[in-house]
């Protein structure tokens, strides 16, 4: 035991000798934190990746504002993000219980009269309840919408009394492009103002179907939440990765045999390189973490729980990699099959898509994948929940991988 | 007389599922305070002996006892043996201090004792100067000499180094022969591998040759010396091909020319009585075999390594 920690000290002693090489692994939550924010930055126009999603829209208004609003899903920048059919409110009610969509937005009746009389009015958005992610864009934006004609129905107060006057006849000649050049016009006037208008008269009322009646918090959403864990732990595979190939590079110079000649054994060593590497992840993870609520403003919930998550699988990560790095015959190798294997798990756990968009058909996969424990772990701890359920998987198998990484270098270093 | 320290008997190890021997049956015995140079040109096995001794390479047959017990069998008994790997085997980023502590703190050795030995190593290797710089930053020869202190750091009672003179300058060569020599003088048992003949003759109290995992022929300096007997060598060379001047010296092989190797444009010969050379000059000359240059060079170590093994020891 002595020498296991010896070992660590060293490592550690090492790490700030030369902290170029760390510091670059520390780089990397800032630089992935950046990458995020570039992406999904509105403001910068940068396209979203997202695949379309699938939107119901139930119009029970039939007036100009709710043309209007439908309209805009016809707008090229929305037509990317949003594949919005109108329907029915029973068609719609219907679809959503097959889970044919990721939401549907109701405009309720009198919508463009109240909003022409400076009532208040809501939008009703209803969540998949199966889904997380993708309902939750749509309701962010429907809040950006409600935002959006809040203001113009408080800025164009009177032109919108037009409404009345107009009163139920067909509207069907005014189309929202034609109606773009005046939005775009006035939309620096909006934003300028936008902070003054309270409070605002369209309000948004969401609910998930399978529970009616609960209404979630319109700000509790936080797209970078959701986006976050998932990059994060692909990025922590990585670096934990390239921390345990370490293994190879000792083998190869010299140092293993060198450590080998010693009463140094096997399991020591394992046992100490995985704790480095696993030291080396936390640090990673925290710093990143804490630059999502920092920049981000993502809320993780309970911080002691988190921190349990990340420690269980930083120790996953250490243990697989220090496995599969006890296996391979030599560093090119490692590099040739970790990659690969970073990227499927990446794929199949939620990193590269969200777990609601992969299909049915290989959703299973995703429980074989570190990346999915990781991220529900996130979001349960995130809604107030405890993730035991991804505290055992990964600890149980990350003893394993532990164990047969002992058995694998024992064996690789005697062959 | 005592018995051996160490003794290997029929160690025989083939890679690549049996296709490739690296060491067939072979034996060697050493005794304690001896230092032994393992002459072997690359691919000879060197490497692959020390790598079994160290524990790092199974699959072999044979045996090793190491003062009169199976070296296999008990891990604290290898802990008694020091080993300099062909490759730098320390931690660039730290100092040579440092390493000095690792390397040492992996074998327990109180930390007091340990840092007394690792002063004293640092002196024995010439680097005290520079003991608390990063090694990165240090010359071929330093990082050599201080590999050698690190196999030293446990006081072992046998050191094996592996090639340790391999890609430094003449002058760093030197010192790390020195160091071998102190060592030896300090009552370790020493083995040493290298391709070079010069390293041999100066350092070792008992030389080695082997080639393709077998030992050829062992013994001091001068025995080994005998083997070609008090004969001239002559080294000649020109534009012809191995092929060519084979034919052509043909006829003149008797006991009193022997050939020790012929390569395209060099070959070395050995002549029991010089007065032959200029016969053979003529006849070559009459043959067509144009010669550039000719020595003539009293028995040496080289010449014992060529009739062994028909192949000339260069890097
Ligand atoms: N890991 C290995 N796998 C396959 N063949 C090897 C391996 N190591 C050495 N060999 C072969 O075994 C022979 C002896 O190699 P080695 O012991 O390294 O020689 P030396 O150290 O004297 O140069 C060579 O033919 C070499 O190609
Ligand atoms: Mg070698």
């Excluded at chain 1, 068609?91 to 405009?107: D, F, P, T, Y």
């Amino acid at each position: 035991m002595s020498r296991t920690i010896l070992i660590i000290k060293n490592d550690i002693k090492r790490r700030l000798k030369s902290p170029l090489s760390t510091l670059l692994f520390l780089i990397i939550p800032f630089a992935m934190t950046a990458l995020i924010g570039l992406i999904f930055d509105p403001g910068a126009g940068g396209e979203t990746k997202l695949p379309p999603i699938k939107v119901l829209l139930v119009d029970l208004d039939q007036n100009i504002a709710s043309k209007f609003f439908i309209g805009a899903f016809d707008q090229k920048q929305l037509k990317d993000m949003f594949q919005a059919t109108t329907v029915s409110e029973n068609e719609g009610e219907k679809l959503m219980k097959k889970g044919k969509a990721s939401a549907m937005i109701i405009i309720p009746e009198r919508f463009s009269l109240d909003l022409a009389d400076q009532k208040s009015v809501r939008l009703v958005v209803v969540k998949n309840p199966s889904e997380e992610f993708l309902p939750a864009v749509v309701e962010e934006f429907a809040d950006t919408m409600a935002v959006g004609f809040s203001a113009l129905a408080q800025i164009f107060a009177d032109e919108i009394k037009i409404i009345k006057l107009v009163g139920n006849t067909s509207l069907e000649k005014i189309s929202f492009a034609e109606l773009t050049p005046f939005l775009e016009m006035s939309r620096v006037k909006i934003m300028a103002i936008k902070k003054f208008l309270s409070p605002l008269r369209i309000g948004l009322k969401t609910s998930v179907m399978a529970k009616p009646g609960q209404v979630s918090k319109a700000k509790g959403f936080n797209i970078f939440a959701y986006i976050l864990p998932g990059m994060l732990i692909m990025f922590l595979l990585f670096i934990v990765e390239a921390s345990m190939r370490e293994i190879q590079s000792e083998r190869a110079d010299g140092k293993i045999r060198r450590m080998m000649f010693s009463p140094l054994t096997t399991h020591e060593l394992m046992l100490a390189r995985i704790f480095s590497g696993w030291l080396l992840g936390l640090l990673v993870c925290s710093l990143a973490m804490a630059m999502g609520a920092l920049v981000f403003g993502i809320d993780w919930g309970d911080y002691f729980w988190l921190f349990i998550l990340v420690a269980v699988t930083c120790f996953w990560s250490a243990a697989f990699f220090g496995m599969l790095n006890a296996f391979f015959r030599n560093k090119n190798q490692a590099g040739a099959l970790a990659s690969p294997i970073i990227l499927v798990s990446a794929a199949f756990g939620g990193s590269m898509l969200p777990l609601e968009q992969i299909p049915s058909s290989m959703r299973w996969l995703a429980g074989f994948t570190v990346n999915n424990w990781f991220i529900t772990g996130c979001r349960e701890i995130g809604a107030g929940a405890i993730p035991l359920v991804s505290y055992g998987v990964l600890l149980v198998s990350g003893l394993l991988f532990g164990l047969v990484a002992v058995m694998a270098l024992q064996r690789r270093l005697t062959t | 007389m005592q018995p051996p320290i160490l003794e290997i008997k029929n160690l025989s190890k083939a890679y690549d599922h049996g296709k490739n021997p690296a060491l067939v049956n072979f034996s060697l015995g050493l005794n304690k305070g001896e230092v032994l140079g393992l002459l072997g040109p690359n691919g000879a096995g060197k490497t692959t002996l020390i790598s079994i001794l160290s524990g790092t390479l199974r699959d072999f047959s044979g045996s090793v006892v190491f003062k009169g017990m199976d070296l296999f069998a008990d891990r604290q008994l290898r802990n008694q043996i020091g080993i300099v790997p062909q490759e730098m085997a320390f931690y660039e980023e730290l100092g040579a201090m440092e390493n000095l502590m690792f390397w040492g703190g992996l074998y327990s050795i109180p930390e007091k004792e340990l840092k007394k030995r690792a002063q004293d190593l640092l002196a024995l290797v010439e680097l005290s100067s520079r003991a608390k710089e990063p090694i990165k930053k240090f010359s071929g020869g330093m990082k050599r000499r201080l590999n050698v202190a690190i196999g030293l750091i446990h006081q072992p009672e046998l050191l094996l180094l592996d090639e340790p003179t391999v890609g430094i300058d003449v002058q760093a060569k030197v010192s790390i022969l020195d160091i071998i020599r102190q060592v030896g003088l300090q009552g370790t048992t020493v083995v040493f591998t290298t391709h070079q003949l010069a390293e041999v003759e100066q350092t070792c109290s008992r030389i080695a040759i082997m080639d393709k995992g077998i030992i050829l022929a062992q013994g001091t300096l001068n025995e080994l010396i005998r083997i070609v007997g008090e004969k001239d060598i002559v080294i000649v060379s020109g534009e012809f091909s191995a092929d060519r001047f084979s034919d052509a010296i043909k006829p003149l092989i008797h006991n009193d020319i022997e050939i020790l190797s012929i390569t395209d444009n060099e070959a070395h010969l050995a002549f029991a009585n010089s007065e032959g050379i200029p016969g053979m000059m003529q006849h070559l000359f009459q043959q067509h075999v144009s010669l550039a240059d000719l020595k003539i060079k009293s028995p040496n170590l080289e010449a014992v390594f060529l009739k062994l093994t028909g192949r000339s020891l260069r890097d």
